[in-house]
T-cell receptor
């Protein structure tokens, strides 16, 4: 167990729907990062939150949004889902870059 | 912009052979961090090593060793006496130290298949 908890582990939904992925960071970590792993794009950075504030954005679609709550857990919201959004979504947490990143086990999203 | 290149997409070896995975990176920062992660068939990302840009010492951990050379912007990974359990996808990644956020940039990964 890495200490980073992601739920659900698997999600199957239809095109056009909206889903929410949840991430609880490792105890003490203030930073949460979201990554998308797809077959054609590899591992892509989506967004970084630090202590509730958005710090950096990657190639995140406008249909996607995220937030980090006061208890430091984070949610990634994906809306108007398309077949191409099917991917493995990882959350990672970090105390500071010097200490590296710990990844959760991922949420596998399948859009049908 | 930072970039990580893993030129080898797939390597197949027979058990007990050594295998070296190449990683070349690009960054304009003088302070940065390099990582290797393992992704077994189960899908999770397992941390293997972190190196900062000021520490060029090679490292050995069991059957794993890493060769960091700033002069060639490379951070190569060797598995000695490979085992079937080493079969996985291995990712090299780079993080720059920025106040605004320290995202990881991953290479495309190298799939290692160790045959018995």
């Amino acid at each position: 167990d890495s200490g980073v908890t992601q739920t659900p582990k698997h999600l199957i939904t239809a095109t056009g729907q909206r889903v929410t992925l949840r991430c609880s960071p490792r105890s003490g970590d203030l930073s949460v990062y979201w990554y998308q792993q797809s077959l054609d794009q590899g591992l892509q950075f989506l967004i970084h939150y630090y202590n509730g504030e958005e710090r950096a954005k990657g190639n995140i679609l406008e249909r996607f949004s995220a937030q980090q709550f006061p208890d430091l857990h984070s949610e990634l919201n994906l809306s108007s889902l398309e077949l191409g959004d099917s991917a493995l979504y990882f959350c990672a947490s970090s105390e500071a870059v010097d200490y590296g990143y710990t990844f959760g086990s991922g949420t596998r999203l399948t859009v049908v | 912009a930072q970039k990580v290149t893993q030129a080898q997409t797939e390597i197949s070896v027979v058990e007990k052979e050594d295998v070296t995975l190449d990683c070349v990176y690009e960054t304009r920062d003088t302070t940065y961090y390099l990582f290797w992660y393992k992704q077994p068939p189960s899908g999770e990302l397992v941390f293997l090593i972190r190196r900062n840009s000021f520490d060029e010492q090679n490292e050995i951990s069991g059957r794993y060793s890493w060769n960091f050379q700033k002069s060639t912007s490379s951070f190569n990974f060797t598995i000695t006496a490979s085992q079937v359990v080493d079969s996985a996808v291995y990712f090299c990644a780079l993080s720059e130290r920025k106040a605004a956020g320290n995202k990881l940039t991953f290479g495309g990964g190298t799939r290692v298949l160790v045959k018995p």
